[in-house]
Nanobody, 121 residues
Framework: QVQLVESGGGLVQPGGSLRVSCAASGFTFSNYYMSWVRQAPGKGLEWVAGVNRGGSSTYYAESVKGRFTISRDNAKNTLYLQMNTLKPEDTALYYC??????????????RGQGTQVTVSS
C-alpha cells in the first residue's frame, strides 16, 4: 500500500532554515508528480510546492517562492523540502503528498501523517 513518511520537522528561530524529508513506498515513486502541503493551526490545507516526475520542473505557492526549494531523489524514493528564511507564519504541519499530475499538482490522492514545523523565538 502507498506509504508516505515525513521526517525532519522541529523548532527553528525566525530567519532560520530546516529541511524536511519524505520516504515513499508502495508505488513507483518516479512515475508520480509529488507535492508538499501544510496546515497551520486553525486553518485549512495550503499547497506549498510541487515537482515533476524527474525533478526538472518545480512549482511554488507565492507565499514561499524564493525561500523554499522542493527536490526529489528517485533512486532513494525520497522527497525533500528545503526551507530558508523561515517566518512565524510558516508554522504548520507539513505533509508529503502524491500529486495528481501536471495541471492538477495542487491536488493529491495520498498524504503522509505530517511533520510539525514551528518557527518561533
Amino acid at each position: 500500500q502507498v506509504q508516505l513518511v515525513e521526517s525532519g520537522g522541529g523548532l527553528v528561530q525566525p530567519g532560520g532554515s530546516l529541511r524536511v524529508s519524505c520516504a515513499a513506498s508502495g508505488f513507483t515513486f518516479s512515475n508520480y508528480y509529488m507535492s508538499w502541503v501544510r496546515q497551520a493551526p486553525g486553518k485549512g490545507l495550503e499547497w506549498v510546492a510541487g515537482v515533476n516526475r524527474g525533478g526538472s520542473s518545480t512549482y511554488y505557492a507565492e507565499s514561499v517562492k524564493g525561500r523554499f526549494t522542493i527536490s526529489r531523489d528517485n533512486a532513494k524514493n525520497t522527497l525533500y523540502l528545503q526551507m530558508n528564511t523561515l517566518k512565524p507564519e510558516d508554522t504548520a504541519l507539513y505533509y508529503c503528498a502524491r500529486a495528481l499530475g501536471l495541471g492538477r499538482i495542487t491536488e493529491s490522492d495520498y498524504r503522509g501523517q505530517g511533520t510539525q514545523v514551528t518557527v518561533s523565538s
